[in-house]
């Protein structure tokens, strides 16, 4: 924020809490000197990818409609930098546009990105970019490689009769076929589930024991989202 922006948020906050009024003018002035200071690096309003925008004037509502205590310059940066945290965490950098053969100007780009989401001039991008669509198919062939991997030893036919007594492999399965992730081909970062075990929930009931879990019908959401990303699938492709 620059001095201005500074000088409307303590008015704002005298607004809110008449008794933090500097005695005078001098006091005034000395307080607006160290809130300009200490909120240089603090943005006025901010985008976030979830909607939750950054407004440092509702930080300040926030304090005085919840604290007993007068406002200081940390109270406003302190949730700016959980904030300023979060949107990085969020954050992947999309390819630049300068030529990757010159790579001080394709770094120089990717840093300036990262550094204007940082501070809030730029909004995050939360989506790894595509590199380009596919044919039918070509999504056939992946379907294929999939259930290659996946591996068999006996034909489709016998494959269909036993899969009525193994569920588990009967979905991945038909999950590929349906060009659906293998959510079981990697491991679950919410239950700690290892690749090709299904995922785990606690067990709920009058004679569950302490700490036991029990085995969930479906993947958690999560895992079926890190398989979509890791087997070049499209989240809202197969959510539809």
Known sequence: MNRQEVAALLAYAVKLAPHTAPA????????LDQWADLLADVPPTAPHPTGRHWDASQVVRHHVATSPYPIKPSDVSRFWHAFRRDVVDRHHDPVPAAD???PQAYRAELLGTRHAVAIGAAPAATFRELTGGT????????AADRLAALGSYVPARVEDVLDRHRPRKAARRAAIKAGRPDALAVACTWCK???G?????RAIGPKAEHGARTERAIPHP???????????LDRQEFAA
Not at 24 to 31: H, L, M
């Open 193 to 195: 589930a290892e690749p």
């Open 222 to 232: 999560t895992r079926v989202d890190r398989a979509a990303l890791g087997q070049g």
């Open 24 to 31: 005078d003018q001098a006091a005034a002035e000395e307080r």
């Open 197 to 201: 075990a299904p995922c785990t929930q």
């Open 100 to 102: 990757p053969d010159d």
């Open 135 to 142: 044919t039918r198919e070509e999504r056939d062939q992946f």
